[in-house]
T-cell receptor, first 114, second 113 residues
Framework: DTGVSQNPRHKITKRGQNVTFRCDPI?????LYWYRQTLGQGPEFLTY????????KSRLLSDRFSAERPKGSFSTLEIQRTEQGDSAMYLC????????????FGSGTRLTVV | AQSVTQPDIHITVSEGASLELRCNYS??????LFWYVQSPGQGLQLLLK??????LVQGIKGFEAEFKRSQSSFNLRKPSVHWSDAAEYFC???????????FGQGTTLQVKP
């Protein structure tokens, strides 16, 4: 078990560009969550998957954001036409369904939009 | 609406001293409660969780927390702090079914030698 892996660790992009982040969860975990964390704040929920099904999306997740989890394994989070306000740490976490919030988090992807 | 309040943004304690970090929650039903720790530049690590039963829960790294329904609190404690405990601590409340969490703003712990 290598934990939850997120790539890249850091991403600097120009405003208006598209970016994609990847999360590889713990293999036996059927739930996968995405959170966003800005400086000095706690993580905010974005979306989650149970297996390959995306079951809930936050209103924070505008039309420019999309997430997928094909085949219920790794997940990707794409941001189109990035804005400076998208600059944040994007955290992925995984768990079993009965863990009820007891996650294993990845180290995150820090996005800077310039 | 669910919410979590961590009243102390920043706390400084001396190494070896005791620690208590405060957490108050707002939730309509029996909450699922969590404490996570985040070291600089890292993801969050689960310290402990409360679902039901004994209101005093033990976690990793010598931490414990007590659920007090009457006070809507879930304070984190440690009898003797080590320099390696310096980090940011987050309290969170969950609804259970989805596993979705609402996090507090966090408390930054500084440990003086």
């Amino acid at each position: 078990d290598t934990g939850v892996s997120q790539n890249p660790r850091h991403k600097i992009t120009k405003r208006g560009q598209n970016v994609t982040f990847r999360c590889d969860p713990i293999s036996e975990h059927n739930r996968l969550y995405w959170y966003r964390q800005t400086l000095g704040q706690g993580p905010e929920f974005l979306t989650y998957f149970q297996n390959e099904a995306q079951l809930e999306k936050s209103r924070l997740l505008s039309d420019r954001f999309s997430a997928e989890r094909p085949k219920g394994s790794f997940s990707t989070l794409e941001i189109q036409r990035t804005e400076q306000g998208d600059s944040a740490m994007y955290l992925c976490a995984s768990s079993l369904a009965n863990d009820r919030g007891g996650y294993t988090f990845g180290s995150g992807t820090r996005l800077t939009v310039v | 609406a669910q919410s979590v309040t961590q009243p102390d943004i920043h706390i400084t304690v001396s190494e070896g001293a005791s620690l208590e970090l405060r957490c108050n929650y707002s939730y309509g039903a029996t909450p699922y409660l969590f404490w996570y720790v985040q070291s600089p530049g890292q993801g969050l690590q689960l310290l402990l969780k409360y679902f039901s039963g004994d209101t005093l829960v033990q976690g990793i790294k010598g931490f414990e927390a007590e659920f007090k329904r009457s006070q809507s609190s879930f304070n984190l404690r440690k009898p003797s702090v080590h320099w390696s405990d310096a980090a940011e601590y987050f309290c969170a409340v969950g609804s259970g079914n989805t596993g979705k969490l609402i996090f507090g703003q966090g408390t930054t712990l500084q440990v003086k030698p």
